[in-house]
């Protein structure tokens, strides 16, 4: 009982100690990302990943409560963390800001591995995740030159509905020609960070009502998820089109930069809460149906 004790309170003090360490090693890097999603500071391929002030609390929480969890399981080291580990440590002396954030997600999945093998890397997976989509890469800057369709897209529809509400508009391509004025479809317009953020909460949402479980319902939240971010989308890009048309560039800039966007992107994300709870509503009306339904055969069998 004596050595029992002995080496909890050792496995206590390696967890504080690590602790300790990733907090001094990237305190500063988390910090600054926060800093620049907050006040926009950073770059603007970093800025898609703005999700990470909801996700990596929500991370950091998850990795807390189960802590006990985390205690119980075995101490069997995997050699793979090692590997993990040090490409980590290679990624972070690197210098580039690419690979010194990747080595954040990476080294946290190496001390999974070495501490209590893939057993430990399937209790915080979820936490992994949110880690890994949380981390600025280059990601967004690689696929802005696909997004052309869907800029091509955006401008059109928006051009229609002007048109519809009885304003001059021509469009070109990605171009929009209202009131003398042209507005640009840009690639990071295309709304790319509202999609990325969109399927980086429908996963939480999944998760956080145990949905995720089910492949069924998943799919079909996460197929409305994007399409109510692109209409969302198409909606905004029509208002911003409408602003610079009129001359009204305080409300342009407002919702094209300013908050006003942060609080239409908000309550876009609100809207997904409703969707999932029809969703489990529906289908779980369907489910109870279905064994109404067999239980009903059965009967008229008997």
């Not at 004596?2 to 909890?8: G, M, R, V, Y």
Request: glycine share 8%.
């Amino acid at each position: 009982m004596f050595l029992n004790a002995k080496s909890i309170n050792t496995s206590l003090l390696l967890n504080r100690l690590i602790a300790v360490v990733l907090l001094l090693l990237y305190g500063p890097i988390l910090l600054h990302w926060w800093d620049g999603w907050l006040h926009k500071s950073i770059s603007l391929e970093h800025e898609y990943f703005s999700h990470g002030m909801i996700g990596l609390p929500f991370a950091a929480y998850l990795i807390w409560i189960r802590r006990k969890q985390w205690a119980r399981l075995p101490n069997k080291p995997h050699p793979l963390g090692i590997i993990f580990l040090v490409l980590g440590g290679i990624f972070y002396i690197s210098g580039v800001s690419e690979w010194v954030n990747l080595s954040f997600p990476i080294i946290i999945t190496g001390i999974c591995l070495w501490l209590k093998g893939f057993r430990g890397v399937k209790l915080q997976s979820f936490p992994l995740i949110l880690i890994f989509f949380a981390t600025p890469n280059s990601l967004p800057y690689l696929i802005a030159p696909l997004t052309l369709p869907l800029q091509s897209f955006i401008a059109g529809t928006a051009g229609f509905i002007l048109n519809q509400l009885g304003m001059e508009v021509n469009v070109e391509g990605i171009n929009i020609f209202v009131g003398g004025k042209i507005v640009e479809v840009a690639p990071y317009c295309a709304g790319l960070k509202m999609l990325f953020t969109t399927l980086y909460v429908s996963l939480m949402l999944l998760y956080w009502t145990d949905t995720l479980s089910s492949r069924q319902k998943s799919i079909w939240f996460v197929s409305i998820a994007v399409i109510v971010s692109v209409t969302a989308n198409i909606i905004r890009n029509t208002i911003l089109t409408f602003f610079h048309g009129t001359g009204n560039s305080t409300a342009f800039h407002w919702l094209h930069d300013g908050w006003g966007g942060d609080l239409y992107s908000a309550f876009m994300l609100l809207a997904l809460v409703p969707i999932l709870n029809w969703i489990n509503q529906y289908f779980d009306s369907m489910s109870i149906s279905e064994i109404d339904m067999e239980a009903n055969e059965t009967n008229y069998s008997l």
